[in-house]
């Protein structure tokens, strides 16, 4: 069946950007929307943003200044960036599959821990 | 955006007991509410879209009701997998947003 999984590392330091892949497992990235999601400690879900296996991207107004969203669909994965981190940037983030014309999420990674210390 | 409330923060229930929890949109998000069960180093789990329709796999113990801003998911009778942590997410309105979350936790 189809997995998710986040790599990346799991330490960053404050100001620096923080860089995380998820890799699609057992089907292909094509025709759905691919999301990154955290949950930050002691507090709820945030969406971060989606990509488009075709490139097209969508990110949360409050942190659409320092994300980018990748794709390669060659690798079946897609990637991460957020500039500038700071403490409150330290989550679990998790790479998400959401089907087209579907607002919810039916698949989901594991998460990863990420760290912002100096 | 959207804020979502989930109430209460921790829900002590016995195993075989019915679990009632809450979630609170701040504006009408309609029908477009999900539910999501995470267990500690799992995957989060799609249990609930549409507000009441089940996802493929998930027993029919869990139920889901409610439209508008207020909407409840009902565990019939909980079993020993079922304590875990459960988000609500509307699909409304961008950004998409989620609750803070509702702990299930042994009494």
């Known amino acids: 069946q189809v997995q998710l999984q986040e790599s990346g590392p799991g330490l960053v330091k404050p100001s620096e950007t923080l860089s995380l892949t998820c890799t699609v497992s057992g089907g292909s990235i094509n025709s759905y929307y691919w999301s990154w999601i955290r949950l930050p400690p002691g507090k709820g879900l945030e969406w971060i943003g989606y990509i488009y296996y075709s490139g097209s991207t969508n990110y949360s107004p409050s942190l659409k200044s320092r994300v980018t969203i990748s794709v390669d669909t060659s690798k079946n994965q897609f990637s991460l960036k957020l500039s500038s981190v700071t403490a409150a940037d330290t989550a679990v983030y998790y790479c998400a599959r959401r089907e087209v014309n579907y607002w919810y999420f039916d698949l989901w990674g594991r998460g990863t821990l990420v760290t912002v210390s100096a | ?107």
């Open chain 2, 1 to 107: 955006e959207i804020v979502m409330t989930q109430s209460p923060a921790t829900l002590s229930v016995s195993p075989g007991e019915r679990a009632t929890l809450s979630c609170r949109a701040s504006q009408s998000v309609s029908s477009n509410l999900a539910w999501y069960q995470q267990k500690p180093g799992q995957a989060p789990r799609l249990l609930i879209y549409g507000a009441s329709t089940r996802a493929t796999g998930i027993p029919a113990r869990f139920s889901g009701s409610g439209s508008g801003t207020e909407f409840t998911l009902t565990i019939s009778s909980l079993q020993s997998e079922d304590f875990a942590v459960y988000f609500c997410q509307q699909g409304n309105n961008w950004p998409l947003t989620f609750g803070g979350g509702t702990k299930v936790e042994i009494k």
